[in-house]
């Protein structure tokens, strides 16, 4: 699950700095004025003029905490993401007001280069959702395809599993139990141990997964470990799948941490590849 800190710029012309794991719902309520006493209801209508996506709600609060101690030149300069200003501001003001975020992610550093997704970045007085459906999720689907390809190969159930961050690789798995005689060498495991092998981390916020098939329990669970922020997986596995189909790990409530899901992206191309895959096997 994904959570953002988010700028209004209100009527009369003040910054509203919030957050929230719901922005559609958030934005929408800003905008009807139903929050109760909120500072937003009589100083409508609103502009949404800065979102940015973190990996964990503490992120998004310490960010919210440290915008709004920042003075109205700094926030108008993170508006405009204008990082010379930003730097200059930080350094006038001294360290209490520089960059926020120890963790090295830039998803946590608001002055920094990279600052997330591009479907996250919404600088303009558009009110609409900024999260439009990522063409990227497209691409990286047909990676995790090829590398369910390479289970195939090997003689493995053709399952691929992706880690993506910032538009990078960062893990990569496919199924490979019987080769490396182990019954939790799925795909998303797989993926997992590559990604804490080459970030020198075992969690990963900001990481999305892209899965051929609906992670089992074993993998779901381990994804919630790692803190993934988001998974999106093409087939429904309806024997183990544990996002819904049968069991509902991945998407339980009872978690500290959620993850956001999103099911069916070629689906078709992958169940067509599992199919012929048990058909030659019987
Ligand atoms: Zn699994």
Redesign the pocket.
């Known amino acids: 699950m994904a959570f953002y800190l988010y700028i209004f710029r209100c009527a009369d012309g003040s910054y509203y700095t919030g957050h929230s794991d719901d922005l559609d719902r958030r934005v929408h309520e800003h905008h009807a004025g139903s929050i109760p006493g909120c500072y937003t209801h009589d100083r409508r209508p609103l502009v949404l003029v800065h979102v940015q996506e973190f990996g964990s709600r503490e992120d998004a609060l310490a960010a919210e905490i440290q915008v709004k101690r920042w003075s109205r030149a700094k926030k108008e300069a993170l508006i405009a993401r204008d990082r010379d200003a930003l730097r200059i501001l930080a350094r006038a003001k001294g360290a209490g007001e520089s960059v926020h975020g120890s963790t090295g992610s830039p998803r946590t550093e608001l002055t920094g280069g990279s600052t997330g997704s591009p479907r996250t970045e919404l600088t303009g007085g558009s009110t609409g959702s900024p999260r439009t459906c990522g063409l990227d999720d497209d691409h990286w689907m047909r990676h995790a395809l090829k590398l369910a390809l390479r289970a195939q190969a090997e003689g493995e159930v053709p399952v691929g599993a992706v880690l993506v961050m910032d538009g990078e690789v960062v893990g990569e798995g496919w199924n490979r139990n019987i080769v490396l005689n182990d019954p939790s060498a799925?795909a998303?495991?797989l993926a997992l141990r590559d990604a804490g092998a080459r970030l020198a981390n075992y969690r990963f916020p900001g990481v999305t997964l892209y899965a051929t098939l609906e992670?089992?329990a074993?993998?779901a669970m381990a994804l919630v470990h790692a803190r993934v922020a988001r998974v999106v997986f093409a087939a429904d596995d309806p024997k183990t799948g544990a996002a819904g189909s049968v069991f509902d790990t991945l998407v339980s409530e009872r978690h500290n941490h959620r993850v956001d899901v999103a099911r069916g992206l070629l689906a078709n191309e992958s169940a067509t590849l599992l199919r012929e895959f048990f058909r030659a096997r019987r």
């Open positions: 799925h998303e495991i992670p089992c074993m993998c």
